[in-house]
């Protein structure tokens, strides 16, 4: 416990402050990115902030459903380093990958978000976002403070390990402490999964609650219901997690295809609802509140799924029919801003993955916690088992795959290594699970040997310079965000 910046007590609750010394883990990141920052803007920086990537291991799209995850927090992160400008209202933000991110700036007075008709948002709508959180929940306290900020970020972008988090949690976490708030690492995770919600996608609250709350040496069980609470989770000893990177890349924001399964999650847990006949149907929109209203486990959930949402396919004209409401009701209290266009509706494939995806995640934990650490085969047998049936239902039930990550699913396999698609899919990257440190290693020249020596010439040309390690590779549980001063 030590003594934050701003008065408050730091510990495992808060982000402490903590001071830089050669013995950070990223020092020599740290200090690459304050030589950017004296560069463009002719001094040192005033504090540094670090927000890791995550890669889940189990629990995909049941977040924005109300249920738990299994998420680890990884080694790859968003960087900032920051100076104050409490006399002008101005951000200024620079990025060292200059050639792909140029630079911003703007008044602080009017954050404005202005995403794009078609193609993903400017890199810097993310930090908007985070300022933007914190300025909502800091309302009439809330002061334009000016920033200067340079950013640099290796968590790859767009490809399911959750760049786009780690960037919006970073800046809440600068702006939150430019505005001198008490840093609880919480109340800081619930503010950036409310604000990223501006960049379009309808998120659950995984990637920015792993970002605060990850902690080195364990995966973390988190909750969201009835409040957010992560659980560390010691997973079996020996066995090595590789991340293994399709390079499809897919950013959530540019398509809505996140969104349309956000959308037929909450109308069949509407479709449900009313056919429990409970009144308030309308606002009942997450999985997780239907079975608090009808006490279901996950047994008769399943059950439910199957006997009430039979179709393999819902119209609009069904859905208005069986829930009483006009289309254009449909069209302006149901969809979004970018699933307006929506036809077709699959209630029944949706539901039933979050359901079973949901008992996946319980047992996976059940495991890990009655190994608490050890290794037993026959157990870690059956969360390779687990591993498998998420991907196979993420493909079949939630058709989030791609034909990449399926050559690497599929290679996987030949070498008998469970792996799954991490993160929301459409491309981006597997994680499997390796039986020990040498074996993650012979898997991962496979891939190399099998996958990516066969990319196309122009993908092959960035990534052989190392050897694709920065893009396949072991990965161990890390810390969440860090702030240090100079
Ligand atoms: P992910 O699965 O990585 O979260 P998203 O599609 O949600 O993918 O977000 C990716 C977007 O985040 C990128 O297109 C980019 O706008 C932004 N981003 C990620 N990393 C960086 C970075 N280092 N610098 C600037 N912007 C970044
Ligand atoms: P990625 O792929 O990191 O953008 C998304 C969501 C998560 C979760 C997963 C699927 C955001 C910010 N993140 O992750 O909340 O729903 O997909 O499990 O939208
Ligand atoms: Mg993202």
């Known amino acids: 416990m030590s003594a934050n910046g701003n008065g408050h007590v730091g510990g495992a609750e808060h982000v402490e402050v903590q001071k830089l010394t050669s013995k950070a883990k990223i020092y020599t990141r740290l200090q690459e990115l304050g030589t950017f920052y004296k560069k463009q803007f002719g001094e040192e920086p005033e504090f540094y902030v670090r927000v890791p990537g995550r890669?889940?291991?189990i629990g995909e799209h049941v977040d924005y459903c109300g249920y738990p995850v299994l998420p680890m927090a990884i080694d790859q992160s968003i960087i900032l380093a920051i100076g104050r400008t409490p006399?002008?209202?101005?951000?200024?933000?620079?990025?060292?990958?200059?050639?792909?991110?140029?630079?911003?700036?703007?008044?602080?007075?009017?954050?404005?978000?202005?995403?794009?008709?078609?193609?993903?948002?400017?890199?810097?709508?993310?930090?908007?976002?985070?300022?933007?959180?914190?300025?909502e929940a800091l309302g009439g306290k809330w002061r334009p403070l000016g920033m200067k900020v340079a950013l640099s970020g290796n968590v790859p972008p767009a490809s399911g390990l959750s760049s786009s988090s780690a960037l919006v949690s970073a800046?809440?976490?600068?702006?939150?402490?430019?505005?001198?708030?008490?840093?609880?690492?919480?109340?800081?995770?619930?503010?950036s999964a409310s604000c990223e919600c501006y960049i379009g996608t309808q998120s659950g609250g995984m990637d920015q609650a792993i970002a605060y709350l990850g902690k080195a040496g364990c995966a973390q069980h988190i909750e969201f219901h009835p409040k957010l609470k992560g659980t560390p989770i010691v997973l079996p000893v020996g066995k090595c997690f590789v991340v293994a990177n399709s390079l499809a890349?897919?950013?959530?924001?540019?398509?809505?295809?996140?969104?349309?399964?956000?959308?037929?999650?909450?109308?069949?847990?509407?479709?449900?609802?009313?056919?429990?006949k409970l009144?308030?149907?309308?606002?009942?929109?997450?999985?997780?509140?239907?079975?608090?209203?009808?006490?279901?486990d996950n047994a008769s959930y399943e059950k439910l799924v199957e006997q009430?949402?039979?179709?393999?396919?819902?119209?609009?004209?069904?859905?208005?029919?069986?829930?009483?409401?006009?289309?254009?009701?449909?069209?302006?209290?149901?969809?979004?801003?970018?699933?307006?266009?929506?036809?077709?509706?699959?209630l029944r494939q949706r539901a039933a993955h979050v359901i079973q995806e949901t008992g996946r995640v319980t047992k996976f934990r059940d495991i890990c916690e009655k190994l608490a650490g050890r290794a037993n085969e026959q157990?870690?047998?059956?969360?390779?088992?687990?591993?498998?049936?998420?991907?196979?239902?993420?493909?079949?039930l939630y058709e989030c795959s791609h034909p990449d990550v399926e050559r690497l699913i599929d290679?996987?396999?030949?070498?008998?290594?469970?792996?799954?698609?991490?993160?929301?899919?459409?491309?981006?990257?597997?994680?499997?699970?390796?039986?020990?440190?040498?074996?993650?290693?012979?898997?991962?020249?496979?891939?190399?040997r099998e996958y990516f020596a066969h990319l196309p010439t122009h993908i092959l040309e960035r990534y052989q310079a190392n050897d694709f390690n920065d893009a396949v590779f072991a990965t161990f549980p890390g810390n969440g965000a860090e702030l240090y001063v100079q």
Request: glycine share 6%; proline share 3%.
């Open 55 to 57: 890669v889940n291991i």
């Open 379 to 396: 157990d870690t047998l059956k969360l390779g088992q687990l591993m498998r049936e998420s991907h196979h239902s993420l493909r079949e």
């Open 308 to 346: 009430v949402l039979i179709k393999p396919v819902y119209t609009r004209a069904d859905i208005c029919k069986e829930l009483g409401i006009t289309e254009q009701e449909l069209e302006t209290q149901f969809l979004t801003p970018n699933t307006q266009h929506m036809q077709e509706f699959k």
């Open 87 to 135: 006399k002008d209202s101005k951000l200024q933000l620079r990025n060292l990958d200059e050639g792909k991110f140029s630079d911003f700036s703007c008044d602080l007075k009017s954050v404005n978000i202005v995403l794009p008709k078609t193609g993903g948002p400017a890199w810097y709508n993310y930090y908007l976002c985070g300022v933007k959180g914190i300025q």
């Open 171 to 191: 800046a809440v976490l600068a702006t939150a402490h430019v505005q001198n708030m008490p840093l609880d690492r919480k109340e800081l995770a619930s503010i």
């Open 249 to 276: 890349e897919k950013n959530k924001a540019a398509s809505s295809d996140y969104n349309e399964r956000v959308v037929e999650c909450r109308l069949a847990t509407r479709w449900l609802a009313k056919h429990k």
């Open 411 to 448: 290679i996987s396999a030949k070498c008998g290594v469970s792996a799954r698609i991490t993160g929301a899919g459409w491309g981006g990257c597997i994680v499997a699970m390796c039986d020990s440190i040498d074996a993650a290693a012979e898997y991962i020249n496979v891939l190399k």
């Open 279 to 296: 009144p308030n149907w309308r606002q009942v929109i997450r999985f997780i509140d239907l079975e608090d209203a009808c006490d279901l």
